[in-house]
Antibody, heavy 121, light 113 residues
């Protein structure tokens, strides 16, 4: 049973750095083909893809956020950490982490429950 | 980035009746190297995380009823529901992964009449 759960602050101030953790179970990031991604959804708006970390430690970031977003992993603790610098009120959103398998792609097949982050002074 | 455009924005439906949602991409999502069309569909039910419905144009995700089907080609795609049920309400999103970064449509909100 694959599960993912996002955790982190619910409120951050403008210019601060956001750190969100995706803690997962039921799969290993060491397994060939596995990817853990991050997406976000501003209130009432559409989904936006942010970044992905692959089983081989390759990372890809959305070009629009590449200068602000970093992914790190703690494989032993089954966690992927998203760091986003210089937060702005427009970054207010629900942040989701996802699982996918690129050896036999079947979509973003598992999602976390989401973490709502509000950026406000 | 590839721009994804969905229509309609809102879709009132009658239970038991069919429904369809359109998604158009600004570039072809067909990969001639492997013959795949990289278009997925997701449903976000009210208050929930998105869930996968269809991947790679027409493959249904595990557990998705066969009332749902995906089709199309090139830049024009359709999600069809043969007989809408009350549990199908929510916002439907198409997502392309033909070119990096993956991008989503703006969503189609399906509501019961």
């Amino acid at each position: 049973q694959i599960t993912l759960k996002e955790s982190g602050p619910t409120l951050v101030k403008p210019t601060q750095t956001l750190t969100l953790t995706c803690t997962f179970s039921g799969f290993s990031l060491a397994t060939t083909g596995v990817g853990v991604g991050w997406l976000r959804q501003p209130p009432g708006k559409a989904l936006e893809w942010l970044a992905i970390l692959y089983w081989d430690d390759d990372k890809r970031y959305s070009p629009s956020l590449e200068n602000r977003v970093t992914l790190t992993t703690d494989t032993s603790r089954n966690q992927v950490v998203l760091t986003m610098t210089n937060m702005d009120p427009v970054d207010t959103a629900t942040y989701y982490c996802t699982h996918s398998d690129y050896t036999n792609y079947e979509g973003l097949d598992y999602w976390g429950q989401g973490a709502l982050v509000t950026v406000s002074s | 980035d590839i721009v994804m455009t969905q229509s309609p924005v809102s879709l009132p439906v009658t239970p038991g009746e069919p429904a369809s949602i359109s998604c158009r991409s600004s570039q072809s999502l067909f990969d001639s190297d492997d013959g795949n069309t990289y278009l997925d569909w997701y449903l976000q039910k009210p208050g929930q995380s998105p869930q996968l419905l269809i991947y790679t144009l027409s493959s249904r995700a595990s557990g998705v009823p066969d009332r749902f089907s995906g089709g199309g080609s090139g830049t024009d795609f359709t999600l069809r529901i043969t007989r809408v049920e009350a549990d199908d309400v929510g916002t439907y999103y198409c997502m392309q992964r033909r070119k990096f970064p993956p991008t989503f449509g703006q969503g189609t909100k399906v509501e019961i009449k």
